[in-house]
């Protein structure tokens, strides 16, 4: 037993899934088997901030790779019948209902459905081993669908046989049913596995319904950004965090994401607003129609105050955390310090402002960072809500398990925001409370580790550092989820705008040396990435499309994935998002125009068009066994010989 590399005790308890020696043997030949496949396509998207109706057609149209498939493949279909295709595999109940509705499902139509999507399902399951297939299928239609996907290859008699199972589906009225289950085996072959980079929250109202669909993809992965650990800190009790969560509600006009989609009441924030700020019009807070949702039922006004109200809450907070933190190094975030509120001015910099508000009914000049009793009061009620709330709890749970601060799969380094460095590129340190010191790789294990540990440890009083970490890596400008040297909150409220330019949010260093490909070799060499074959990839900072600026970096090394799916980006970036897909053959990279809307899609088979840069590609497909899956199916292979071989010697009764 010497030359066994798992310990006995682990390989008796593996037997239990393995009884025998078939049993084992069967699961290596299937494993060996499965490994010569091709590998599956891999999605990257990043930087969504909520905008769930553009985000779940790019999932179910698979970034595009469904349509191409179809103009592929369906050759013998107009371009009429393709874009009717691809409408249902996208929304099939919506569709077939509105054809029903417009009396055109009649048999012949059914018919070219039925067959179109079995000829693209054929496609797009061919990178799958047939056990995987089947699992993707309801258990009751499994094996109608079998036959009519493995029928291709048909006799005469074979094709009478074939035709006779759609005309059977048709007559006994399941033709719906069966559509259906095609198009959700289209979809899930298209999408092997799901990375999200991060800021799945913030301007749009549809984050809490991006978790949702999130949650039911079997292979997803996040690494977490700015916006998603400021609810996750905001869900483990973090005042700044509870503040700064509604104030971005409030600034976007998506206080339905809060209502509705957690269950959070705002009405403590509403009777304080109106009490507190009555006579004051909050001109500066009202939500901007450029880039504000348009579906809110407050009225703006009301927006407003609300919106002016917890800012104040916001800025005393931001104080008393520095305050509590010397070592977060940020006391640029005491903004209210710089007010001389007698006169009405903001000085920074050595130069001094008017302010265009300066009505602070509720602060102390004396001590500007302490809570009237109201407020305070406010604040803790509104955190109870966001600790209490059962859908938030069970989202950020779920950020948790799937995701972390950086993931490396596949020779790819994935994460939101940065790595910190100074200005001569070396790696910036932080200090923790304790005084102990983190850089590099080390550093963000260090974040991840004290998040996990501020949330699944918050309601312990003695977890306040952990707690209030999460309001560092939101915010301020060592954290590597946000990555600049100031955030401009106070300024864009109550300067004028034309003040306010004069106050930037300069980028962290590792925006400039990471468009070098030496620096990222080095990068990936210290994750233990393989340098020559490795990538880059993150969000955060949206590519300037439209100034001419290539989301393409390091001579392809580095690759930014924010496009711009969230709207109010679209004007920045000139398209409406990337999605990167690795496939077996190669990477490229899509870029999505405006998508309009799913009422439209469905009515007039309106797509969302996208174009196709080619970031590499190769011949011969990369296989299942090269890949960070097939590595574990490796080792699994290596566990289950070595149960045979126990079982052969009899050192592991075989049942």
């Known amino acids: 037993m010497e030359h066994l590399k798992h310990d006995l005790e682990y390989l008796k308890l593996l037997s239990r899934s393995y009884p025998t ?48 498939k179809i103009n592929e493949f369906l050759t013998t279909f107009t371009e009429e019948e393709k874009n009717l295709i691809a409408t249902v595999i996208y929304y099939p109940y919506e569709k077939l209902d509105l054809l029903a509705k417009e009396n055109k ?34 258990k009751e239609y499994q094996y109608v669908i079998e036959e009519l996907l493995h029928s291709h290859e048909f006799t005469m008699n074979k094709e009478a046989y074939y035709e006779a199972i759609i005309d059977s589906i048709i007559v006994t009225n399941r033709a719906n049913e069966y559509i259906v289950e095609l198009t959700n085996l289209i979809k899930k072959c298209s999408i092997a596995h799901l990375h999200i980079l991060g800021d799945i929250f913030d301007r749009g109202d549809g984050a809490f319904r991006v978790i949702e669909l999130l949650k039911r993809k079997n292979n997803c992965d996040i690494t ?106 940020a006391d640029y975030m005491k903004k ?45 009620k509104l955190t109870i809500s966001f600790r209490h709330s059962e859908n938030l709890n069970d989202h950020v749970d779920f950020l948790f398990k799937v995701g972390s601060m950086y993931l490396k799969y596949n020779d790819n380094l994935l994460f939101h925001g940065c790595i910190p460095l100074n200005e ?29 540990k501020g949330y699944y440890n918050k309601y312990r009083t003695s977890n306040h550092n952990a707690v209030d ?32 330019k004069n106050f930037k949010e300069e980028k962290n260093p590792y925006y400039i040396y990471s468009t070098k490909k030496e620096w990222c070799s080095r990068i990936l060499e210290e994750f233990g990435l393989d340098k020559r074959k490795g990538k880059i990839i993150n969000g955060h900072v949206p590519v300037k499309i439209r100034k001419g600026e290539s989301p393409i970096k390091a001579g392809g090394k580095l690759i930014i994935i924010d496009g711009g799916i969230c709207k109010a980006y679209q004007g920045v970036t000139g398209i409406a998002g990337y999605t990167l897909i690795s496939n077996s053959h190669g990477m490229k990279l899509i870029a999505h125009e405006p998508f309009h809307s799913k009422e439209k899609a469905i009515k007039e088979d309106n797509d969302m068009l996208h174009s196709v840069t080619i970031i590499n590609s190769r011949e011969d497909s990369i296989l299942i066994k090269d890949t960070y899956n097939g590595k574990k199916i490796k080792e699994k292979i290596s566990e289950l010989l070595e149960l045979v071989y126990c079982y052969e010697m009899g050192y592991i009764k075989s049942n």
């Open 21 to 68: 020696i078939s049993s084992a043997s069967s699961e290596i030949i299937n494993l060996n088997a499965y490994l010569h496949l091709p590998k599956g396509t891999e999605h990257f998207l990043s930087d969504i901030h909520g905008e769930f109706d553009a985000f779940n057609h790019i999932i179910k149209s698979g970034s595009g790779v469904i349509k191409d």
């Open 469 to 500: 970490f999460f309001y560092f890596m939101w915010c301020m400008s060592s954290s590597p989820l946000f990555g600049k040297s100031d955030i401009t909150t106070f300024e864009r409220y109550f300067l004028s705008k034309e003040d306010s």
């Open 224 to 329: 977490w950004g700015n916006h998603d650990v400021e609810y996750m800190g905001a869900c483990a009790g973090n005042m700044c965090c509870v503040a700064n969560v509604i104030r971005n509600s409030c600034r976007y006009n998506h206080l339905s994401t809060l209502e509705e989609g957690y269950g959070i009441s705002l009405r403590p924030l509403i009777a304080f607003a109106m009490q507190e700020y009555k006579d004051d019009p909050c001109s500066m807070f009202i939500p901007d129609a450029a880039e504000a949702n348009d579906n809110e039922d407050y009225d703006t006004k009301l927006i407003a105050k609300m919106h002016k109200a917890i800012t104040i809450i916001q800025l005393k907070l931001d104080g008393q955390i520095v305050d509590r933190h010397p070592n977060y190094k």
């Open 336 to 380: 209210l310090l710089n007010i001389d509120f007698k006169n009405g001015t903001y000085t920074r910099f050595g130069k001094t402002y008017e302010l265009a508000d300066r009505l602070f009914p509720t602060v102390d000049p004396k001590n500007p960072f302490k809570l009237t009793k109201e407020e305070e009061e406010l604040i803790e």
């Open 105 to 138: 499902l009649d048999k012949a139509l059914y018919k070219k459905i039925i067959y179109g999507l079995i000829d693209i399902t054929r496609v797009v399951a061919s990178k799958y081993s047939r056990v995987d297939v089947r699992s993707f299928i309801s």
């Open 424 to 452: 001569d590129g070396s790696y910036l340190e932080y200090t923790d409370e304790k005084g102990n010191t983190y850089k590099g790789i080390e550093y963000l294990d260090y974040c991840d580790k004290t998040l996990r």
